[in-house]
């Protein structure tokens, strides 16, 4: 027998929510099934890591030569132009020769952080008049220098610690949605 006095009261997003608690519960079993495939296969989950770069850079250089275009003025655009094309040439030459090393995507990777930094710091020293807290964009363009100078530096244990750590964080993830869905499944009740 429950005691309903003391049963949390729910609004219609909870309810939602819980009722939907069998998706929650997938999505985080799907998460536990990649990272258990990443360190069972490491060479096709590299592989699959490589197109997802691709994408990524791709997309991000995109989105820096729509930002060049349409909000940049003056050298800001110039380093928008740059930073995006940059971008574009990283994830053209990773679909141009998928058959790339996890060595040499990491040192790919790594230069293009190097790179993205730097336009990121001239950025936001040129937008330092225009908007407020232009020290984060600065101060996140050196930490994309650190963390490429740092997969430069091992490129052998970035490209399999990469790897690891996503296929880490994909477990631990997948358990914590796998139990609150479990949680949110006796709400339901």
Do not use: H
């Amino acid at each position: 027998m429950t005691d309903t006095a003391f049963a949390p009261s729910f609004g219609p997003l909870e309810r939602l929510i819980s009722k939907a608690w069998w998706a929650i519960f997938l999505r985080g079993l799907a998460a536990i099934a990649f990272g258990v495939v990443a360190f069972a296969w490491p060479g096709i989950s590299l592989l699959s890591l490589i197109f997802l770069y691709g994408v990524y850079a791709i997309g991000d250089g995109l989105t820096a030569l729509i930002a060049a275009f349409t909000s940049a003025k003056g050298s800001q655009r110039v380093w928008y132009i740059l930073g995006g094309l940059v971008s574009i040439a990283a994830g053209v030459v990773t679909f141009a020769w998928p058959g790339l090393t996890g060595v040499t995507l990491v040192v790919l990777i790594g230069v293009w952080s190097i790179v993205r930094g730097l336009t990121e710091i001239a950025a936001g020293v040129a937008l330092r008049k225009i908007i407020p807290n232009e020290w984060l964009f600065i101060l996140g363009g050196f930490l994309s220098i650190l963390f490429g100078l740092a997969l430069c530096a091992m490129p052998a244990a970035g490209a399999l610690g990469l790897l690891w750590w996503i296929a880490t964080w994909a477990i631990a993830f997948g358990l914590i949605l796998v139990v609150w869905a479990l949680r949110l499944r006796s709400l339901v009740r």
